[in-house]
């Protein structure tokens, strides 16, 4: 045993030694928007078998290994906490061979904090590599240096939520210093400054995948605009960095933007490049978006060719579901469009004006990856639960978005929502990822404890940073803060269950039931709920919230019912919300009709993304961009409540089907599980019938619920009586016939 010890002793040490962070030299201190050059050689002994490479940067660094460019965009926005830093962990390095190997890193240093990065004082990163299990150190210093060609060009700066800042290259001032022959002999050596010392502190490995590479691709279309633009089109919106050939004169400039330059209302990235003499090629380094790349040229330039290349968080559209309205169809897309152009280093409200995981934003994107994307994506949603508990406060209270580096206000509602039922408690429904549960609640449970009643079981508001319920008019705030915290609490009573806290567990739902009852109590007016002091419109977030929190009783769904058609405040944010409620209470056509309603403008638009209000711009709320993440809501009310397809246990090792079709007369559906198992649905009815076919995936079984008007069930042929609490359905096809 002390053996043992002994080694483990020393091969932490040695990891210690080792984690040391590469600072170049700065006479000047180090700004914002810096790029820096490092290179190195190692040698092997033998071609290598396996390779672990551990890169941490900050901000973010581009990898070469003799001359082949191995990571595009490595290194994810600080922190995990407000201590610490991501490291990459990196399995494969192709171009790594026997002999002697050149190692040549382009790292950005952001320099300055923003809503979802806080900043280091140290612009640099660490080089770990273990070849077949041994480690591999370089033989000489590592040597670094500003690159020359990088610059900050003038002009608007990205708005102050933005860490990232413009990106100017001078092409005339470039060098090859990724190639292995390239001479770096009057280069200065780096400096070895430890982890706590550079403000790195613990090194966190890196939770999510490395960005997928789609690859350059030709645009859909070009356009030029006078003599001095071009304007290329892309199919979608996407996370791109735009490439351009182009025959000019030394000295003359492009700059390159998006036409969502002002998503949102602020301003977001450009790109400027300073040719040199001749033929030559161009790509952006750092990543912008829209629907089109405007590239602002010099009268005398010569554009040869144009293209794009995306990336993106490494998930693929392994769900969908289409249906005879196309307009529902269209609408699906596009939230599942927004949602994938709002993943990245976090969970994004916007890829435009801020890139922030606000979390309000989290719980309806997470939810609609269940239903849209393959498995890969809820580790960002894990990494996102992690990081919004880990920069938990000394008094107990949590706030978004996170990581944080320029806003540390608390949202009081979306915090409740974010550790509540529909947040934490459905991510692990979805995925039966204990471990992270048991890992947040002590810091869940300090939070829910800020929380207090009064001596009636309400819930007494606390303002928090910003006191904000949602966007738009109407809010009735002491009815949604009481709702929320019910919300919160079901779920918290069900996380405590599954940790073994049976006290707390008790406690929530007795604090819960207490709540409910004197929230119906005192604020039941006959038609809707309304709080005493209230002088606006009856709010339709407030009563949604009390459907789907249980406080409203069944029997008066169809008193409420009608509201719903005369009374619509809520944002898209909240909108997700009062469809879900008209589902619950049974009401699938009107919730479809209020939809297509809402949402008329956005399905319309040739644009390819949702809006955060519904307008764009002045016409929407918050700055009115248009791909906001919050909006896709309609995605998990098709697939969860029309569909009916929803976790009875954890990771859909049970299901429920409940379909609600409404007026639709085909629906096809997928729902994609973990290992590329996959949920099947298709409906087809008339007037006479309905006929399903379910694919139950292996591992899994499914409780088949009949809807009505439907009172005779045949399943695989075999009639069966359809009991109340669902027919159950092994794994395998089931065709289902209902009359």
Not at 199 to 226: H, Q, S
Not at 261 to 287: H, K, L
Not at 426 to 440: L, P
Not at 670 to 687: K, M, T, W, Y
Request: overall charge neutral.
């Amino acid at each position: 045993m002390k053996r043992i010890l002994l080694f483990l002793m020393v091969v932490c040490a040695w990891g210690m030694l080792r984690a040391q962070v590469l600072v170049p030299e700065a006479k000047d201190g180090f700004g914002p928007g810096a790029w820096y050059c490092f290179r190195n050689t190692v040698e092997l002994d033998a071609a290598p078998q396996s390779v672990r490479l551990a890169l941490a940067a900050d901000s973010k660094y581009w990898l070469w290994v003799n001359g082949e460019l191995q990571v595009r965009e490595g290194g994810l926005k600080r922190g995990p906490n407000p201590r610490d830093t991501y490291c990459d962990v990196i399995t494969e390095l192709p171009a790594l061979r026997r002999g002697e190997n050149t190692i040549a890193v382009l790292v950005w240093y952001f320099g300055k904090d923003g809503f979802s990065h806080r900043n280091s004082p140290t612009p640099g990163m660490t080089f770990d590599l273990t070849v077949d299990g041994a480690p591999v150190a370089p033989r000489k210093a590592w040597k670094a240096i500003s690159h020359p060609a990088f610059y900050l060009p003038e002009g608007e700066q990205p708005n102050y939520r933005l860490p990232e800042s413009n990106i100017g290259f001078d092409a005339r001032k470039d060098f090859s210093f990724t190639a292995p022959g390239f001479d770096d002999g009057d280069w200065p050596r780096a400096r070895k400054v430890s982890l706590e010392r550079a403000g790195w502190n613990k090194l966190v490995d890196r939770p999510i995948p490395l960005w997928k590479d789609f690859g350059l691709k030709p645009y859909a279309r070009t356009e030029a605009k006078g003599d001095t633009a071009l304007v290329a089109y892309l199919p979608y919106n996407a996370q791109v960095t735009p490439y351009i050939k182009v025959k000019a004169a030394a000295g003359q400039r492009i700059r390159i933007l998006t036409d969502n330059y002002r998503g949102g209302s602020a301003t977001n990235v450009f790109a400027e490049y300073v040719a040199t003499d001749g033929v030559q090629e161009f790509e952006c380094w750092g990543w912008m978006n829209g629907h089109s790349v405007t590239y602002q040229l010099e009268k005398g330039m010569e554009v040869l060719d144009v293209k794009y290349r995306e990336t993106g968080y490494a998930t693929t559209f392994a769900g969908s579901f289409s249906c005879d309205d196309p307009a529902l169809n269209r609408l699906w897309e596009k939230s599942q469009r927004t949602l994938y152009i709002t993943m990245r280093d976090t969970y994004m409200d916007c890829p435009d004006r801020e890139r922030a995981q606000w979390w309000g934003d989290v719980v309806n994107e997470s939810g609609e990856a269940f239903y849209a994307l393959d498995e890969r994506a809820h580790a960002l949603t894990r990494k996102g639960i992690r990081e919004l508990m880990d920069w938990q406060r000394a008094d107990s209270t949590i706030f978004s978005p996170v990581p944080a580096g320029n806003y540390d206000s608390e949202l009081p509602m979306q915090m409740l929502a974010s550790v509540g039922y529909y947040g934490f408690w459905n991510y692990y429904m979805g995925t039966g990822d204990s471990a992270t549960i048991k890992y947040v609640f002590p810091k869940v449970k300090k939070y829910i404890h800020v929380w207090k009643t009064d001596d009636r079981g309400l819930v007494i508001p606390r303002k928090g940073g910003w006191t904000w319920g949602d966007w738009g008019d109407n809010k009735d705030m002491e009815l949604l803060f009481n709702l929320w915290y019910a919300i919160a609490l079901q779920g918290y009573e069900r996380m405590a269950g599954l940790v073994g806290d049976a006290g707390e567990a008790r406690w929530a739902e007795a604090t819960a039931r207490r709540l409910r009852a004197e929230f119906h109590r005192r604020y039941w007016n006959g038609a809707y709920y309304v709080s005493p002091e209230y002088k606006g419109n009856p709010d339709d977030r407030a009563q949604a919230l009390a459907v789907v929190s249980g406080t409203l009783p069944d029997s008066l769904y169809p008193v409420l019912r009608p509201f719903f058609r005369s009374h619509l405040h809520a944002s898209p944010y909240m909108e997700k919300y009062v469809l879900q409620a008209l589902c619950q209470m049974g009401y699938s056509q009107d919730a479809l009709n209020r939809m297509k309603l809402r949402y008329a403008a956005m399905v319309d638009s040739p644009l390819t993304t949702l809006w955060e209000g519904w307008g764009i711009g002045g016409a929407g709320f918050g700055g009115g961009s248009y791909n906001h993440a919050w909006s896709g809501g309609p995605l998990t009310i098709m697939s969860q409540y029309i569909t009916g397809i929803a976790p009875l246990a954890p990771a859909f090792s049970e299901f429920g089907v409940r379909p609600d079709p409404a007026h639709l007369s085909h629906i096809h559906a997928i729902v994609p599980l973990s290992g590329g198992r996959e949920i099947g649905f298709r409906l087809e009815r008339d007037a006479r019938e309905c006929v399903i076919v379910l694919d139950v995936p292996q591992g899994t079984r499914a409780r088949f619920f009949v809807p009505a008007p439907y009172t005779r069930v045949w399943a695989n042929g075999e009639e069966r009586k359809a009991v109340t609490d669902g027919l159950t359905l092994q794994p395998g096809r089931w065709d289902i016939v209902l009359r």
